[in-house]
T-cell receptor, first 113, second 110 residues
Framework: EAGVVQSPRYKIIEKKQPVAFWCNPISGHNTLYWYLQNLGQGPELLIRYENEEAVDDSQLPKDRFSAERLKGVDSTLKIQPAELGDSAVYLC???????????FGPGTRLLVL | DAKTTQPTSMDCAEGRAANLPCNHSTISGNEYVYWYRQIHSQGPQYIIHGLKNNETNEMASLIITEDRKSSTLILPHATLRDTAVYYCIVTFSGNTPLVFGKGTRLSVIA
């Protein structure tokens, strides 16, 4: 069974540029999560989807971050414009339902210069 | 979610059992104990979870004390590839996100 797929794996951009990350969850997983991991820290939730609906986005900085999960499968996380402090690893995870185990993708490592 | 306390770092000789402790003294009755690990430059990897009973799978064993206030993750024969940060997480396994602490950095030494 294929795991959670994320792309790109690495991204280097200049500040004020836009950037987008893509996630394909495990087949059949209805719940999708985006986490942010700063250097030396554990992951922190940004947003959680149940199918197409964002059910927990309280930690998502809505002034520059946006996310979508059209058709309830793939998801895209966007930052516009990026700031130096956005340099981090962006992780996607999925689970069959909110009550089931979460499985993580490899992450996208973002460096903003 | 209940908070967990883990040692910052541990060393283990290759081939020996690695025993990683976790304290969760404020755990409530319907909260699960989950263990994940994160190898350098990879995403967190699910290891095992449990509620009350001890659990074992192909990766590890989880021992939960009778009062559920602490647990131990056991890697029976540690290899160099087990070097990682290990996170102990207590969660309702429901509508709450996983709350990661700083974890334990396990170094397996040849």
């Amino acid at each position: 069974e294929a795991g959670v797929v994320q792309s790109p794996r690495y991204k280097i951009i200049e500040k004020k540029q836009p950037v987008a990350f893509w996630c394909n969850p495990i087949s059949g997983h209805n719940t999708l999560y985006w986490y942010l991991q700063n250097l030396g820290q554990g992951p922190e939730l940004l947003i959680r989807y149940e199918n197409e609906e964002a059910v927990d986005d309280s930690q998502l900085p809505k002034d520059r971050f946006s996310a979508e999960r059209l058709k309830g499968v793939d998801s895209t996380l966007k930052i516009q414009p990026a700031e130096l402090g956005d340099s981090a690893v962006y992780l996607c995870a999925s689970s069959q339902s909110p009550r089931e185990t979460q499985y993580f993708g490899p992450g996208t490592r973002l460096l903003v210069l | 979610d209940a908070k967990t306390t883990q040692p910052t770092s541990m060393d283990c000789a290759e081939g020996r059992a690695a025993n990683l402790p976790c304290n969760h003294s404020t755990i409530s009755g319907n909260e699960y104990v989950y263990w994940y690990r994160q190898i350098h430059s990879q995403g967190p990897q699910y290891i095992i979870h449990g509620l009350k009973n001890n659990e074992t799978n192909e990766m590890a064993s989880l021992i939960i004390t009778e009062d559920r206030k602490s647990s131990t993750l056991i890697l029976p024969h540690a290899t160099l590839r087990d070097t990682a940060v290990y996170y102990c997480i207590v969660t309702f396994s429901g509508n709450t996100p996983l709350v990661f602490g700083k974890g334990t950095r396990l170094s397996v030494i040849a």
